[in-house]
């Protein structure tokens, strides 16, 4: 079984926590996952975070990197990220960009989508 998980929220919201810690439990259900980023949700994978240490052990830069060496992909939203200024320099190893229309297509092909 196939789940795309779509994250919009910025690296120190809960929401977007919480879709990281479901991608990981699906995983060990053995369910394939992907995760698409987009709106704020491009900022989670920016090199170089530093969390607050109220949340320093909910880093969500750390929780992707563990969930890509479990076999998670991860895509970005090109356009999410020309809007907000940032560049594909500034983007973590191993994430992909992407678009809408690749998003219409993971969405058609995935057995369950979740927005966060």
Do not use: H
């Not at 809960?14 to 060990?28: C, E, F, I, P």
């Not at 990220?81 to 940032?86: E, F, K, P, S």
Request: proline share 3%; glycine share 6%.
């Amino acid at each position: 079984m196939s789940t795309l998980i779509i994250i919009n929220d910025q690296p120190s919201s809960g929401k977007t926590w919480n879709a990281l810690r479901l991608s990981a439990a699906l995983v060990g259900k053995d369910e394939e996952v992907e995760v698409f980023l987009m709106n704020d949700g491009v900022f989670n994978v920016m090199k170089n975070q530093n969390a607050p240490s109220e949340i320093e052990g909910q880093m969500t830069s750390n929780k992707i990197k563990e969930l890509i060496n479990l076999g998670v992909n991860f895509f970005y939203c090109s356009q999410c990220l020309d809007t907000r200024g940032i560049e594909a320099s500034q983007i973590t190893d191993n994430i992909e960009k992407s678009n809408l229309p690749k998003l219409a297509e993971f969405i058609k092909n995935s057995e369950k989508v979740i927005t966060f």
